[in-house]
């Protein structure tokens, strides 16, 4: 055999034995730097805080609160179970001023399988990987008390959308989730529960809807007082509609808006 018959048919032979091997599976994104996990990581918010007060004077009575917060991850330890454990402080000033003030303390953890956060006494699944649409979770098996507001110890999250592009208060990512913790809708009380999150940021935007009808008076939302009896809305009707919509102490809508963020 001439050298350059040879030559082609150790080619040929590569060829043919990379033609048999089986092509690798394609790897799973899992997710994991939506949850970052590094020393000295921060986000700041804008926090637009209404409160309803239905004791004042107006049916509009609400308290509106506006400002800022800084979430900064100072730390890590290792907690009583063994795992790597995050130090986040908060930090909070007025719009109008240059001064951060130590507000709390949080803490997080990031594993194969989910990341968890621990806020005001409740451990939340924020998100579990690989990071998948309609994939859904309980989100607070740690806490088998309920909370004041909701009963964190069985509540189903769930993955509405998964590395969508989105932009909040001006400010593109290229890729983010959401993450529905609930929504119910019922003539007592309207619950929303929203967190997106963004690639290497981290939570971008948080909402928290909890409006609850004045339930001690017998009151629903959008109870009308004079139902049955008027065909048509009347002028008479609307002083105790207006009344009767009021909404119990307490209600609120909270949000957290991505302003920036640094390493």
Not at 70 to 82: E, M, V
Not at 85 to 109: C, D, G, L, P
Not at 145 to 174: C, E, K, R
Not at 238 to 255: C, D, E, F, K, W
Request: charged share 15%; aromatic share 14%; glycine share 6%.
């Amino acid at each position: 055999m001439s050298k350059k018959s040879a030559t082609y048919f150790l080619l040929a032979i590569v060829i043919m034995l990379a033609s048999c091997k089986k092509d690798k599976p394609a790897s799973i994104y899992l997710g994991y730097d939506y949850f970052p996990n590094n020393v000295g990581h921060w986000v700041i918010y804008n926090v637009d805080s209404i409160s309803f007060n239905p004791l004042l004077p107006c049916d509009c009575g609400s308290d509106t609160f506006q400002y800022q917060v800084k979430d900064i991850i100072d730390s890590f330890y290792t907690d009583n179970t063994g795992a790597r454990t995050q130090v986040i402080e908060r930090f909070k000033k007025s719009n109008a001023s240059n001064i951060w003030v130590y507000q709390k303390t949080y803490t997080a953890n990031l594993t194969k399988t989910e990341a968890t956060r621990s806020e005001d006494g409740v451990k939340y699944v924020k998100l579990v990987f690989p990071v998948t649409v309609n994939n859904t979770w309980n989100g607070g098996p740690f806490n088998p008390i309920p909370s004041t507001y909701f009963p964190w110890s069985d509540t189903t999250f769930s993955y509405t959308s998964v590395n969508s592009p989105l932009t909040i208060n001006g400010n593109y990512f290229d890729s983010s989730l959401t993450v529905i913790q609930d929504n119910e809708n019922t003539f007592i009380y309207h619950r929303l529960y929203t967190e997106q999150y963004a690639v290497n940021v981290g939570r971008i935007y948080k909402q928290i809807v909890e409006i609850d009808a004045n339930a001690s008076n017998g009151l629903l939302i959008g109870f009308d007082p004079n139902f049955g009896k008027d065909s048509l809305l009347v002028p008479s009707d609307y002083v105790p509609l207006v009344m009767a919509n009021r909404l119990a102490q307490g209600s609120t809508i909270y949000t957290e808006t991505y302003v920036a963020s640094g390493n």
